[in-house]
């Protein structure tokens, strides 16, 4: 089993940043990608970065140029660094691992930006 522990949301107002984390345990063997999914009140799920074993990343349009995602794999550890926040990027923030088309959730970290 995976275990998937976020970190660092809270309230920031606008403009601000915040850096959330997400450190995985258990069974975190072999090839592994991590990433950020987010929900706000009354939507759905929707994706906002990911990064693979190697290095490779991707970020949703909407946080394009403002959200960064890294990884240290020797902590298994991903982070999700968020810039120049908007409020409409209050939602709960949920780690995600994926591995061999198998999912892991974290249970979600809140983030509020206050305008």
């Known amino acids: 089993q995976v275990r998937l522990v976020e970190s660092g949301g809270g309230l920031v107002q606008a403009g601000g940043s915040l850096r959330l984390s997400c450190a995985a345990s258990?069974?975190?063997?072999?090839?592994?990608?991590m990433g950020w999914f987010r929900q706000a009140p009354g939507k759905e799920r929707e994706f906002v970065a990911a990064?693979?074993?190697?290095?490779?990343?991707r970020v949703a349009d909407s946080v394009k140029g403002r959200f960064t995602i890294s990884r240290n794999n020797a902590k298994n550890t991903v982070y999700l660094q968020m810039n120049s926040l908007k409020p409409e990027d209050t939602a709960v923030y949920y780690c995600?691992?994926?591995?061999?088309?198998?999912?892991?959730w974290g249970q979600g970290t809140q983030v509020t930006v206050s305008s």
């Open positions: 990064i693979s074993w190697s290095g490779g990343s």
């Open positions: 258990g069974r975190t063997f072999g090839d592994y990608s």
């Open positions: 995600n691992l994926r591995r061999t088309g198998t999912d892991y």
